[in-house]
Antibody, heavy 118, light 108 residues
Framework: EVQLVQSGAEVKKPGESLKISCKGS????????IGWVRQMPGKGLEWMGI????????RYSPSFQGQVTISADKSISTAYLQWSSLKASDTAMYYC???????????WGQGTLVSVSS | EIVLTQSPATLSLSPGQRATLSCRAS??????LAWYQQKPGQPPRLLIY???NRASGIPARFSGSGSGTDFTLTISSLEPEDFALYYC??????????FGQGTRLEIK
């Protein structure tokens, strides 16, 4: 069974750094792109970027380029999303999702809630 | 960037009725369009990929159609568990992937 398990909820202050994780299992982690999706409170889905763990090829949405860093450690089947300096506006639920062969995200993590407040 | 416009924003129907949700792309995405269902407190769930293919485990009452710029998700006979948010998503030439703003399907 394909599973993506994300790290737990985070409460941070503006200006702090953060790295959240997404561990894949039940499939060949290096063979599928992993994407990150933001959902702000009460809002829709926003694609942030995507990484191919096999060679770490990474693409970003223009809206998030330079704001976050996506990485992966294929040795432990884990993808990451990180911020160097959080803002209150980064408060949201963040999902990782596997991009399958059908141009779609076919398996999703449970989400990581990030709250940023002074 | 390809913009996806979903309509209507909210659809009010009763169980047993047929639901028709629309997604229009600002330029052709050929058939690279997917549909997702999201319920409160849950991640999205893939329903349809490549415009018309049901994902694994998705009931046959869900169907997708369309190509190019106009796409439709149809739920043939609504079950109580179908009342949720629905999003379309495109992946054409990779960048960037975009989602529609969503359609809320609510019980009338």
């Amino acid at each position: 069974e394909v599973q993506l398990v994300q790290s737990g909820a985070e409460v941070k202050k503006p200006g702090e750094s953060l790295k959240i994780s997404c561990k894949g299992s039940g499939y060949s982690f290096i063979s599928y792109w992993i994407g990150w999706v933001r959902q702000m409170p009460g809002k829709g889905l926003e694609w942030m970027g995507i990484i191919y763990p096999g060679d770490s090829d990474t693409r970003y949405s223009p809206s998030f380029q330079g704001q976050v860093t996506i990485s992966a450690d294929k040795s432990i089947s884990t993808a990451y999303l990180q911020w160097s300096s959080l803002k209150a506006s980064d408060t949201a639920m963040y999902y990782c999702a596997r991009h399958g062969s059908g141009s779609a995200f076919d398996s999703w993590g449970q989400g990581t809630l990030v709250s940023v407040s002074s | 960037e390809i913009v996806l416009t979903q309509s209507p924003a909210t659809l009010s129907l009763s169980p047993g009725q047929r639901a028709t949700l629309s997604c229009r792309a600002s330029q052709s995405v050929t058939s690279h369009l997917a549909w997702y269902q999201q319920k409160p407190g849950q991640p999205p769930r893939l329903l349809i990929y490549e415009a018309s293919n049901r994902a694994s485990g998705i009931p046959a009452r869900f169907s997708g159609s369309g190509s190019g710029t106009d796409f439709t998700l149809t739920i043939s006979s609504l079950e109580p568990e179908d009342f949720a948010l629905y999003y379309c998503q495109q992946r054409s030439n990779w960048l960037p992937i975009t989602f529609g703003q969503g359609t809320r399907l609510e019980i009338k």
